[in-house]
C-alpha cells in the first residue's frame, strides 16, 4: 500500500468523525439566544473534540509525510489509532449530553488516553522503520508532550469522579500544548525534499 493510500483513507475517516459530532449537535426548538443555552455544553464538547481531531490530523499528516514506506504493522497500527479516534463522536456526546457528569468525563479521558497511546505505537513503528539514527528518530528526541500527555490523561481520568471541571481544564491544557503543530517532524520532511 503506498503513503498516499493509507494518508486518503485517513483523512476520510477523520472527516467522517467530524462530520458525526457535528450532527449530535441538535438544532434547538426556539428561536431566542436562551433556546442555546441548553446546547452549550455540547458546543463546547465539540469544540474540544474538533480542536482534538485537527491536532490529529496535522500530526498523522506530518508523520506520514516523514514515513519512508508503508509496512503491515504501520497500516495496523494506524487502523489502531483510528479505531480510537472513531469513538471520540461518542465520548463527546455523551459528555457534552450530561453537562460533563463525571463518568462521561472521565470515559472521554479514557479515549483520549488510549488514542495517545494509539499514535505513540504508530510513530514507534515509523521510527524503528528508519531506524534509530534516522533524521526522523532525531526529530522526536525525547518527545517529552508525548509522554506527558497520556500522565495528564490518567490525572484527568482520576480527578473526573471528584472534580470534573478540573479534569476538563486538563483536557483543554493538553490540546492547548498540543495546538502548535510538531515543527520537528515537518522539519525532516521539508529536508527530505531539499535532498531529492
Known sequence: MTKGRLEAFSDGVLAIIITIMVLE??????EDFAALQPLLPVFLSYVLSFIYVGIYWNNHHHLLKAAGRVTAGIMWANMHLLFWLSLFPFATGWMGENHFAPLP??????????????YYILQSLIVAQQGPGSKLAASIGSDMKGKLSPILYVAAVVLAYKLPRVACGIYVFVALMWLVPDRRIERV????????
Do not use: C, N, Q, R
Open 25 to 30: 449537535m441538535k438544532v434547538p426548538h426556539g
Open 105 to 118: 468525563t472521565a470515559v472521554y479521558g479514557v479515549v483520549l488516553f488510549l488514542a495517545a497511546i494509539a
Open 189 to 196: 520532511v521539508e529536508e527530505s525534499k531539499a535532498e531529492d
